[in-house]
């Protein structure tokens, strides 16, 4: 699919080329757009299209690389007609969501192919096949296909992303850690620069939309930052409208909400043209964000006329629960549900929250065994982000029996949302557990809420942060505890807390989910504010004022 071999007969053709090398997509434009446009010439129309496609342009690409395969066509150049009918197949499947499009697209590839036996090009039809089914058993079958056929022939590019394909396959499957065993190939290879720039694109989005699903955070913070160089050079490798509605999930999950927003800002852009289904997972993303910064009034208005999009079900039942809406939610999940099963990725969010609206029910026995099926289906699939929704459900709903054992499972959910590396699910958690605590042993109630409220206020989760100020109200009196110490912020009052219990910079990291440079400077603006000389000294500090 290299169109670097065709003749450049045109010195803007090869400046234009030599830009694109270097990722200078703007300079690749005005050097195209120079191409005067003859049937004779389609060259520029398809450098022109790779040129708008990374710059966001996506129907302006569509529009030159539909001229240049009808202009291929003219000049009997079946080849070249091919790779555009691939490329046009690509950009109605991942960034416009027009899968009838892309389904012709391919066909009319695949018969060229057939008629003039273009053997090169056939693992690409059979990999925009996989790439385009809902059947991952069906989807493995022809990335395999692809992937023999690249072996065969060589070619690189169609090689690592048939690989990264069969992963994302495998991991539909709940097959994981032979999938992501394949993406992470894939994506070595592709950034190592085995192939061309686009095979960067194809298997990050392919890691990306995996990892989000799979709440796989610490792999996909990996190679983001694994990623720096290229984007450096290159740009976002994230060129479609879903692809990089998940980068912002994962930003928003990890807890860089800015950088989220900005993200889903970017996603809504890119889904301008495309169909309401990719759209709507874009707005459905945002609508998360909002919900979780107290903003309800404008996740709704987000989610308005795609209150049927599947990717909204989660955010709309949320919002029901919110309003006190128990039955409403409980329906809008399980209609969800019934459509995808309680044992897929995408379920385990949803079960939780089915679950909730059965507490609020009085169904506790149901939820409760919901919350053990899915924690036990996490640990058969070694899915840690299923088994965290199930124990923190299974907690919840214990819990509302007044059970003991409700604390331990929540602890279990605690550690998980930690080691997943979400800050926010993790305070979520902490919140409950000091809920339950509250009356039993309201010295550790208060240091969970504690915890708890620092993080929702340097998130920004404006509701929820009440919700914990509220209880640490309620505590403060119980343990005598401060609410606040000398001018410090919740969070360093967090971090001198467990500075106080002896832990390191990388202990106080791991436990709070921020990076060690984060905890130092939080250490460092403690020992400042307090006038101290030392952790020692801090730890002392905290002791003389009941912080432990």
Request: aromatic fraction near 6%; proline fraction near 2%; include cysteine.
């Amino acid at each position: 699919m290299d169109t670097k071999d065709a003749p450049l007969s045109n010195a803007s053709i090869q400046d234009g080329l030599e830009a694109l090398s270097r990722g200078a997509w703007e300079e690749a434009r005005a050097a195209f757009e120079r191409v005067p446009r003859t049937d004779d010439s389609p060259e520029g129309l398809v450098g022109l299209g790779e040129a708008l496609w990374w710059l966001g342009d996506i129907r302006s690409a569509v529009r030159c690389w539909e001229q240049a395969y009808v202009a291929y066509r003219r000049l009997s150049d079946p080849v070249q007609a091919v790779y555009a009918a691939l490329q046009l197949a690509l950009i109605y499947q991942a960034n416009l969501g027009n899968h009838a499009a892309a389904a012709g697209w391919v066909a009319r590839a695949a018969r060229l192919v057939d008629e003039f036996d273009i053997v090169p090009f056939r693992g690409w039809v059979v990999l925009l096949k996989a790439s385009s089914c809902t059947e991952p058993r069906q989807s493995e079958t022809w990335a395999r296909l692809a992937r023999k056929a690249a072996v065969e022939s060589a070619d690189r590019d169609l090689e690592l992303c048939a690989l990264s394909q069969i992963g994302r396959a495998l991991i539909d499957q709940g097959r994981i850690s032979d999938g992501f065993s394949a993406i992470d190939e894939a994506m070595a290879g592709a950034l190592a620069g085995e192939g061309r720039l686009d095979t960067v694109v194809y298997t990050s989005c392919q890691m990306m939309n995996s990892c989000s699903r799979c709440a796989d955070f610490q792999r996909v913070v990996q190679w983001i930052r694994a990623t720096d160089r290229f984007i450096a050079s290159y740009g976002c490798p994230y060129l479609n409208a879903t692809c990089r509605a998940h980068y912002g999930a994962v930003l928003f999950a990890t807890g860089d909400w800015h950088t989220a927003d900005k993200e889903l800002q970017a996603a809504l852009a890119l889904s301008g043209d495309a169909h309401p289904m990719v759209r709507g997972e874009a707005l459905a993303k945002l609508a998360e964000l909002r919900l979780a910064q107290g903003r309800t009034n404008d996740a709704e208005r987000l989610l308005a006329g795609f209150e049927d999009h599947e990717a909204g079900v989660p955010v709309r039942a949320r919002i029901h629960l919110l309003h006190g809406k128990l039955a409403l939610a409980a329906a809008t999940v399980q209609r969800r549900l019934d459509v995808v099963g309680e044992t897929q990725l995408e379920s385990a969010q949803l079960v939780e929250l089915l679950g909730e609206a059965e507490i609020g029910q009085g169904h506790i026995e149901t939820a409760a065994e919901r919350g053990r099926s899915l924690d036990q289906l996490g640990s058969t699939v070694a899915c840690r982000v299923m088994r965290a929704h199930g124990k923190r459900l299974r907690g919840q709903a214990l819990a509302a029996t007044t059970d003991a054992t409700a604390s331990k499972h929540l602890d279990a959910a605690l550690r998980e949302f930690i080691h997943l590396e979400m800050p926010y699910e993790a305070a979520r958690t902490r919140l409950l557990i000091a809920e339950i605590l509250r009356e039993r042993d309201p010295e550790v109630a208060e240091a969970e809420a504690r915890s708890a409220l620092a993080v929702f206020e340097e998130l920004g989760a404006v509701e929820n942060a009440k919700s914990a100020a509220e209880l640490l109200r309620e505590l403060r009196n119980r343990t005598g505890a401060t609410f606040n110490v000398a001018g410090l912020s919740n969070r360093e009052v967090e971090v001198l807390r467990l500075v106080a219990l002896g832990l390191s910079d990388k202990e106080i990291a791991a436990r709070l989910v921020l990076s060690r440079h984060t905890v130092h400077r939080h250490v460092s603006n403690i020992l400042m504010k307090l006038n101290l000389p030392s952790r020692a000294a801090a730890a002392a500090y905290a002791a003389q004022h009941h912080l432990v």
